[in-house]
């Protein structure tokens, strides 16, 4: 045992992705299979949002972001959105302080304005509170959808032109990630999706250009830090070439 304790003490943790980017897919599901109201699994599902958090943190991972309602969600049952923005609001009253106290600074992405005026400030508070902490980087897609993010980068873009501001042929690749939302973290190196769907389902579609997919059947409620662990061992398998061969990535100097 006691060598076990030593081999997990020598792990080399520099080659662990920097920024995790998760869909949490599948509470409703796990509620079912146990004969319960689809609702009924979303509290399970900030369980298991708290264990990740924990594991992360624990990890020095930077960033982990998390799709907890998407653009596109307010076409479920009008039931179960209200449940959720109240499990989100009283979240958030209970763990703030929590994530303040363990150095996690977090962040929002995603258009705020269709949520209640009180969600509103409560994020932009939480935002605030934490905004100085240096650990791990929590950020909460609400109201999130890839398209919609490119579409505002267009426009904001495209007023520039207008303007004056910006020449056409000055518009490159840095300028438009520099206008989606998180500009100033790291790409996801890591994406992660729950519930056995094999699909993006319309997050984070420029910045997951480079990242490794991860997909389980596992559903949300069940994650843990032992599928966490599976994950990010999957990913130290993957050789990330970004363009080059094998023969140029294990030649480069360290």
Known sequence: MQADLSE???????????HIAIIMDGNGRWAQKRHLPRVMGHPAGVKAVKRVVKF???????????FAFSSENWRRPQEEVSKLMG??????????NRLDKNNIRLRFIGERHEFSEKLQQKMADSEQQTEN????????????GGHRDLTLAMQTI??????????????????IANTLSIPDLPDPDLF?????EKRISNFLLWQLAYAEFHFTQKLWPDFNAATMQ??????????RRFGRTSAQVQNKPE
């Open 87 to 96: 499990l989100f609001m009283a979240t958030m009253q209970k763990e703030v």
């Open 230 to 239: 599976e994950a990010i061992d999957d990913f130290l398998t993957r050789e």
């Open 158 to 175: 495209a007023q520039q032109v207008k303007e004056g501001k910006v020449a056409p042929e000055e518009i490159d690749e840095a300028m």
């Open 192 to 196: 992660i999706r729950t519930g056995g």
């Open 8 to 18: 997990q003490q020598t792990i080399d943790k520099s080659h662990y992705p920097k």
């Open 133 to 144: 902490n240096t650990g791990l980087t929590l950020v909460i897609a609400a109201n999130y």
């Open 56 to 66: 992360c943190a624990e990890e020095d991972i930077q960033v982990l972001t998390l």
